[in-house]
Each structure stands twice: as C-alpha cells, then as structure tokens.
C-alpha cells in the first residue's frame, strides 16, 4: 500500500502561482510512477503531468505544458505540481496518484491516489 496526501491547494488570482505537493508513505516511492491529475465540478478526471521514478522522464497535458512543472524528490517522499499563469479553467480538485512502471495518463491505470486539494482561480 502508498498513502499519498496532497497539499498547497488554495485561493489564488489568476496569474498567479500555486504549489502543490503530495506527500507519500508507505511502500518504496522510488518504485512509483507519479501523476497529477485534475476534476472540474462536472468534470471527468483529466491527466495533468507525471514523473517517471527517477525523475528523468516528464510527461504533461498538451494544454498544460509551459505552465505546469512536476518534479520529485525521492530523498523526501515527495511530488510536487508547480503552477504558474494560472486561469480560471485551473479550478478543480487535483489528486497525486501512484503506479509501477511506466508513464500513463489513463487515470484508470495508477493504483494509489490522494484525497485531493482543492485549487480555486478567480478572474
């Protein structure tokens, strides 16, 4: 089992800037692909960014790219989604999720997730 809790959601302006970070326990997280993924009220889930397990591969949404950053840091357990220019069709919930091998971004293909952070942007 991975326990992931996310965290640095909040309030934020558009234009502005949001961390998230997503803390996880458990079994060996260098083992674990790390994604990011995103829901909108109403919304299906939607892939954001992942991470390969050491860091070396990255993969984003198309729409996301340029703006969104993800890195690890496996000394510390830890994901982080770095956000920049944010909008407000950034709002939704954002969840880190866990799984083996490679990258996807078929929310349906990783085994662990966190219980989300919220990130609201206002116009």
Known sequence: ?????????GLVQAGGSLRL???????????????WFRQAPGKEREFVAAISVRGGGTTYAASLKGRFTIDRDNAKNTVHLQMNSLKPEDTADYYCAARTRTIVIDPSAYDYWGQGTKVTVSS
């Open 1 to 9: 089992q991975v326990q992931l809790v996310e965290s640095g959601g």
């Open 21 to 35: 970070s997503c803390a996880a326990s458990g079994r060996t997280f260098s083992n674990y692909v790390m994604g």
